[in-house]
Structures are given as structure tokens and as C-alpha cells.
């Protein structure tokens, strides 16, 4: 285990304090000037007091702010980093488990669709991969989505895209806004209550392909002091393979309470519980000679999620600013596979738990000519017992558990792994913008980080030949970032951000319940270490256009894999260790041109083309794998590229139409095939490129009535995005749904 020294954060916030003191110490002289002179005069004639605050410096347009985010939002300053925004309001409604449509105009985002609902699937310019997001920080309202924010950081549930309003995407200096996991972070902003009312309601019902039904309805308002949200939801679908039904039910409660301008409270609690089949992956034989072919008719899963967070805004003055958030929840990841076998008889019955809870308190102050200075603390834990048993049937409930440990690999009805689990993290950040004359402006930042990740086993599969795990691990780390840019012409701005990121050791990475990983001094590697640069510009020159494009460098330093342990361990022993480098460069662009908004600035009318385009070279620099030097990092596509256009008018019609269009990438780093070609359990060793389209419609037949449609994957196009060593698994097919809302 290793401990990155601190020195360097302290020295860059004494660099950033002594910065921010002259520009006090000058405010702090001024008004004892003020007061000296005033005690000479004390004949004069005292004028009522006039404050002028000079807030107008920045670029905070509002052609801009439809598409990035605020230079300083809330208690975040975003100003110098890359962001983008979808505003759900802009588009029709996202039905079913498209998620495409929700991220069609966000810049490289690589969303992996799969057929059963529930996972999340995000990557980001080739970093990991976009198998349930662990390289990509996804949050809801800044609380993070993943089982374990830590230890765990996948994505098994997500929000019904009907209870968001925007979609915000942050790169580079992500890390130093949010932590842990390298850049970016896509965060999930829930819909606010009516604020002109006491009640008002929406409901929405659509039916669709392969037996979709879906059911959203809300109710909110605002009484006095107070304003309410409520919302219930519920799908079923038969899935597009057998044994690929699903039934997903949840629902969301807000309450707020406003005593004065000053202060805000909040209670937010979101339940969510998913129940699908899992058909199985295919290999390529099997995906080409029918894609519809199920190998696991038998496998399950189950997904609960309950979280409560309360939540404090308050306002000491028109400068200072705090906001805080206290959050706890549960989720429980559940699975019932069938064993190998042929045919198969026995089933295996895993249980993921994790009680977790945090705290994230951040303040922001004002100062100067434009000027904002932020700081703030995040606090997080959780309890993860993972847990399997064999079972001597095929289907078991749920809750079919069994105590006894097995004592023989043919043993059946029993225990076959105890793990104890928890995670502890806890950072310390700071940030501030200064803006100068010219319209430039500097942001240093620093963040500090800790981590703890603790294993300890009780009960390890009979097969396996290692010792029980107990460990326990610590990680400090420093992080630090720096931008800068100019505001120019009419609405343009250049930045320019060099951050770091990292990524945490997970408790795969010290401890593998499912291999013969060997826990101890040899099995210790560094957490994975990112440092990232972005130079680009945009801006809003004429009216009606919004562009973006930049040029990015990312370097992956200590990635971390399983390797043999080598000749002096145990038959069959792996290691995780940090087995290399790689190197992420390339382009990233987006446009969107609004043809009506072009003529009249003021419209209600929309007619707009946009796209985006990602373009990604990327290598090992370094590998203890000679094999792999060179090679293209699993799951990097040369290309991204997303083209669409959307008519609108304010409650009348919202209409889209997009594409998107992935290039080749290899599904390993090896860039070889699994198996041979013509075998059975063959894998190319290339995901092939693909486009997709969809359409998709909402209209407005009454003020309070609208119909709801639209079609996924219009060609009916065949394809993969998600791909393992032992199969892949198909993506959606053609779909379509129809159905109506009302709202009053």
C-alpha cells in the first residue's frame, strides 16, 4: 500500500489563499478609507447607502445556457471545464428502455444498449469499459448512483427519464467537483415542483412492442412556504427473447419547506425495484444464425433501491452561499444462474447488499469583481455483505438461503461464499475563479481524498485453493487542477483545463471472491491515476448557432487487471496488479443550429439540426504484457458520431429524429478474437460499427392532452455494443410504442 504525499495540495491552496488575500486586504483599506474620511466630515449630509455589484463580467447568456452550464452554478464553478446539457423540456418524451434519445445530443458519451432493463451502460472515451458504467460517475441531484460508490461503482439503476428536467455532462475537472472515477460525470437534475400553484398533475400511459406497458403519474404544487412532489411508476414488458421479461415499479416523494428568502429544506426519498429474466449471452455463431436464441432460460434478476436525503440551502448574504445534503439508502443487487452443465441442474443464488450513507456540504462566496470562491467537504460509507449458496434446482426463490458452508465441490444446498464488506471515504476541495479585465478568467482547485476498503471472508468457494480474505486497505490522494479562458466577440469563449482523476481500488481489485487471487503483499495494486487536458472553444456568435469543439489529451496511468501470479505461486493463482499506460487523444465537437431561432431570437418555434462527433486515437504507452504494446485499449472507436433534428413549438409538437453511428473497437485489450473462427464459442476480436436510428413524437391535440410515439432502431438493424470473453449480448431491435398524457 502506498500514501501519495499532501505536500503539493497544501502548497497550491497557500497559493490560492494568497492570491485571495491582497484582493481582501485591498477591499478591507478601502473601507477603512471610507470610515476615516466619514469621521472628518460629520457636517455632511448622508445619502442613502446604493450597492453596486459588477455581476455582468462573465458570459452567462441565455442562447448558452441552453445547451452548457452556468459559469458559477450553485455551489459548482464550471467555467474553464467542458460541459453539456439536455434539457428535457426540449424533447419528446424518452419511453421504454431507450435511453438513446436522452443522450442524442450530449458529445461522446458511449451508451451500450442491452436488451434487459436496469443497467446503466456508460463510457468515455475509451476509459474502461461500458459495462455498467464503473469508469463514468453518474449521480442524481449530486448523490451518487452506484451500488457503492466505492467499492462497487456500478450502475444498476436508473431514473425514469419523465422525473428529470436536465442532463448535465462535466469533463476534465470533474474529478475535482465530485471525486472518485475518472472523468467525466454525467449528473441527473430531478424535475422541481409547480411553483405557481397548489396542485397540479400529469399522468402517461403507452403501450408498445413486445408487450410494453407503462404507467407514470404525478402530482405537485407549492402552498405558502411549502411545495410537494409525488410520482408513481410502473412498466412491464415481455422483452424482445424469452425469459427477457421484466416488471419495474417505483415511485419519488419531495417535500420543501421555504421559512424566508434565506433558507431552504428539503426531504427527497426514491424507491426503486426491477424484476427481470436474463436470457443469456450468445456467442457470434449463435448471435448470426439467430439473434433470438436464450441460454440461460432460467437465470434472474432482482434490483431494490430506497434512498432518503435531506437537504439545506441557505443563503447569509447575497455573496455566501451554503448548500448541503445528508443522504442514506439500500440496495440490494439479487441473481439466480444456472450452473454449467448440459443440461444444467443445479442453480447458484448470489445476494449484493449495501447500506450506505453520506454527507456533502459545500459553500460558495462571491468576492470582487465577479470573482467566486468555493470549499467543501464529502463524507461517505457503506456496509456490503456479498453472499452466494448452491441450490439443488433450477429456479429457487429469492429468498431460498441456505447456513451450512459447502464441504465438497458436489455439495448442494449450502453456502458457497460469506464475504464482509465496507468502504469509507471522505475529501476535502476548494476552488476559486478570479476574473481580470479582457474578459479573462483563472480557476485553480484542489481537492484531497482518502479511501479505506475492507474485506473480510468467512466462507470462500470449496474449489478455490487460497486463504480467506482479510484485508484492508488505504488510499491517500491529492488532486489538482487549473484552467483558464477568454471571453471574446460575441458570445465566445475559449478554455483550456489540465485536472487529475482517479480511480479507486474496488474490492475486486484486493480481494477476488471468484478466483484464485491471492490476498496479501503481492496483491496490492495502486489505484488507477488520470490526468486530463482539454483546449477548445464555444460560444453563440449570430443568433440561432451554438457550437463547441476541442482538442483532448488523456493519460490512464496503473490501469488494473488480474495477471498470473507467476512459476513461485500456487497452480492457477492470479494477482491484481497495475499491469500499464494508455494514452486517450483526440476531438470532440458539437453544433446545433436553430433555423427559426435564426430569424427571430425570440420564438416559440424551434427548428433545429444538431451533431456531434467524437474522434478518438488511443494506445498502450507502457504494459507488462509486451503482447499488448501499441495495442487499441478495449472498447475505443475511432469514431462517434450523433445527427438529429428536432422541431418543436411550446405546447403544441415536439418531434426528433437522430442517429448515431459507433466505429469498430476491439472488446479486449489484447485485440484478439476469443476462441477460433468457425469454433463454437468464437468472438471476433472486433465489435462491428453500427448506426441506429429513432423517431420520436409528442402532440399536443388539446392544451392538456398530448399523444405519445415513437420508433427505436428503425431499420431494424442487427448489432452488439456489449461483448465478453465468454459471449455478447444483443442489442434492441426495432421497437415502437404509442400512447397519451394528460396534465392539468
Given amino acids: 500500500m502506498k500514501t501519495t504525499q499532501i505536500v503539493p495540495g497544501l502548497l497550491a491552496l497557500a497559493i490560492a489563499q494568497a492570491l485571495f488575500a491582497p484582493a481582501i486586504a485591498r477591499a478591507d483599506d478601502v473601507a477603512a478609507a471610507d470610515a476615516a474620511a466619514d469621521a472628518q466630515n460629520n457636517n455632511t449630509t448622508e445619502l442613502p447607502k446604493i450597492n453596486v455589484r459588477e455581476r455582468g463580467l462573465h458570459d452567462d447568456t441565455w442562447p448558452k445556457l441552453q445547451h452548457i452550464m452556468r459559469e458559477v452554478d450553485g455551489p459548482l464553478i464550471t467555467v474553464t471545464k467542458k460541459t453539456s446539457i439536455t434539457k428535457l423540456d426540449s424533447i419528446p418524451t424518452v419511453v421504454d428502455n431507450n435511453n438513446r434519445a436522452l443522450f442524442a445530443q450530449t458529445p461522446g458519451i458511449f451508451y451500450s444498449e442491452q436488451q434487459s432493463p436496469g443497467q446503466m451502460n456508460l463510457s468515455y472515451r475509451g476509459i474502461g469499459n461500458p459495462q455498467e458504467s464503473e469508469f463514468v460517475t453518474v449521480m442524481l441531484d449530486g448523490i451518487p448512483l452506484m451500488s457503492d460508490w466505492i467499492g462497487y461503482p456500478t450502475i444498476y439503476t436508473f431514473p425514469l427519464p419523465q422525473t428529470l428536467s436536465e442532463v448535465q455532462l462535466i469533463r476534465g475537472g470533474s474529478s475535482l467537483l465530485y471525486g472518485p472515477e475518472p472523468p467525466p460525470v454525467v449528473n441527473l437534475i430531478s424535475r422541481k415542483p409547480v411553483a405557481d400553484r397548489e396542485l397540479a398533475g400529469y399522468t402517461e400511459n403507452v403501450a408498445g412492442s413486445n408487450g410494453l406497458f407503462a404507467t407514470f403519474n404525478q402530482l405537485s404544487g407549492t402552498s405558502g412556504a411549502w411545495d410537494y412532489l409525488v410520482d408513481a411508476h410502473y412498466r412491464t414488458s415481455d422483452g424482445e427473447r424469452d425469459n427477457g421479461d421484466s416488471k419495474l415499479r417505483g415511485g419519488d416523494l419531495h417535500l420543501g419547506y421555504r421559512p424566508d428568502d434565506a433558507a431552504y429544506y428539503t426531504f427527497d426519498f426514491h424507491a426503486y425495484s426491477l424484476d427481470t429474466g436474463d436470457p443469456g449471452k450468445l456467442t457470434y455463431p449463435q448471435f448470426v444464425a439467430d439473434a433470438e436464441t436464450v441460454t440461460t432460460p432460467y437465470n434472474e434478476l432482482w ?176 488532486l489538482f487542477g487549473l484552467g483558464f479562458g477568454n471571453d471574446f466577440g460575441r458570445g465566445n469563449e475559449t478554455y483550456f483545463n489540465v485536472s487529475q482523476g482517479w480511480r479507486p481500488v474496488r474490492y475486486f481489485d484486493i480481494g477476488s471472491p471468484f478466483g484464485n487471487t491471492a490476498a496479501g503483499s503481492i496483491n496490492d495494486p495502486d489505484p488507477t491515476h488520470v490526468l486530463s487536458w482539454e483546449a477548445g472553444v464555444h460560444g453563440t456568435p449570430v443568433d440561432g448557432l451554438f457550437y463547441d469543439a476541442s482538442l483532448f489529451w488523456v493519460n490512464v496511468k496503473d490501469r488494473i487487471e488480474s495477471q498470473p501470479a507467476g512459476p513461485d505461486a500456487p497452480p492457477n493463482n492470479t494477482i491484481n496488479v497495475n499491469t500499464g499506460d494508455t494514452r486517450h487523444r483526440g476531438f470532440e465537437g458539437q453544433i446545433d443550429y436553430d433555423f427559426l431561432a435564426a430569424r427571430d431570437p425570440k420564438t416559440t418555434r424551434h427548428l433545429s439540426l444538431f451533431a456531434n462527433l467524437s474522434l478518438l486515437n488511443a494506445e ?60 463454437a464459442n468464437y468472438i471476433p476480436a472486433k465489435v462491428p460499427s453500427y448506426t441506429v436510428a429513432d423517431f420520436s413524437a409528442d402532440w399536443w391535440v388539446l392544451p392538456q392532452l398530448r399523444l405519445l410515439g415513437g420508433v427505436s432502431n428503425i431499420a431494424d438493424r442487427k448489432y452488439y455494443s456489449r461483448v465478453f470473453s465468454n459471449g455478447l449480448e444483443p442489442g434492441i431491435g426495432r421497437t415502437f410504442y404509442a400512447g397519451a398524457s394528460y396534465e392539468f
Fill in 303 to 478: 434490483t431494490d433501491r430506497y434512498v432518503a436525503i435531506l437537504g439545506h440551502d441557505r443563503k447569509f448574504d447575497d455573496d455566501t452561499q451554503l448548500v448541503a445534503k445528508l443522504w442514506y439508502g439500500y440496495q440490494d443487487n439479487a441473481s439466480r444462474s444456472q450452473d454449467r452443465g448440459n443440461p444444467p441442474t443445479t442453480a447458484t443464488l448470489q445476494d449484493d447488499q449495501f447500506r450506505f450513507g453520506g454527507l456533502d456540504a459545500r459553500l460558495l462566496h462571491r468576492w470582487g469583481r465577479g470573482n467566486a470562491f468555493t470549499i467543501g467537504t464529502t463524507y461517505y460509507h457503506s456496509d456490503a455483505p456479498f453472499r452466494q449458496w448452491t441450490d439443488d434446482t433450477l429456479q429457487p426463490g429469492r429468498y431460498d438461503r441456505h447456513g451450512n458452508p459447502c464441504a465438497s465441490p458436489t455439495d448442494k444446498n449450502c453456502a458457497r461464499l460469506r464475504q464482509e464488506r465496507s468502504t469509507d471515504y471522505g475529501a476535502v476541495f476548494a476552488e476559486n475563479v478570479f476574473r481580470f479585465p479582457g474578459g479573462w478568467h483563472f480557476v485553480p482547485s484542489v481537492r484531497l481524498e482518502r479511501e479505506n476498503v475492507d474485506i473480510n471472508e468467512s466462507v470462500k468457494p470449496i474449489t478455490l485453493t487460497r486463504d480467506l480474505v482479510d484485508r484492508s486497505v488505504d488510499h491517500t490522494v491529492p
Fill in 620 to 679: 498502450f504507452t507502457s504494459t507488462r504484457n509486451p503482447a499488448n504494446l501499441g495495442n487499441r485499449p478495449a472498447f475505443s472507436p475511432k469514431y462517434l458520431a450523433r445527427v438529429g433534428l428536432s422541431w418543436r413549438e411550446d405546447k403544441h409538437y415536439k418531434l426528433a429524429l437522430s442517429a448515431v453511428s459507433v466505429a469498430s473497437q476491439y472488446f479486449q485489450d489484447s485485440n484478439l478474437p476469443a476462441g477460433t473462427a468457425g469454433a
